[in-house]
């Protein structure tokens, strides 16, 4: 079963994946650059809240978990994770 967060990311993602299928045929038809960009911004903003959300639900849970164990790997390990995904996200 998925969490809130998780189900709420799979809609955002479906949507934009039908948008690429929109972007991707306007491109091939040669349709005006400008409104090509504006649905690819709508895309790229839904893959952010998606990635948004699967973070919140991450730390909320895995990440949660993790750092109250004792095991120290395991909580460097998901520090890691974190910043390495932050570090991509905000490239």
């Not at 038809?29 to 639900?57: F, T, W």
């Amino acid at each position: 079963m998925l969490s809130k967060n998780k189900e709420k990311a799979l809609i955002s993602f479906k949507k934009a994946h039908s948008l690429l299928a929109k972007i991707i045929d306007m491109t091939e038809k040669g349709e005006y650059c400008m409104d090509i960009m504006q649905q690819n911004l709508a895309a790229i903003g839904l893959l952010r809240s998606a990635h948004e959300m699967l973070m919140e639900n991450h730390l909320n849970s895995c990440f949660k978990n993790a750092m109250a164990s004792k095991n120290e790997r395991r909580k460097k390990q998901m520090t890691d994770e974190i910043l390495k995904v932050t570090k991509l996200f905000n490239k």
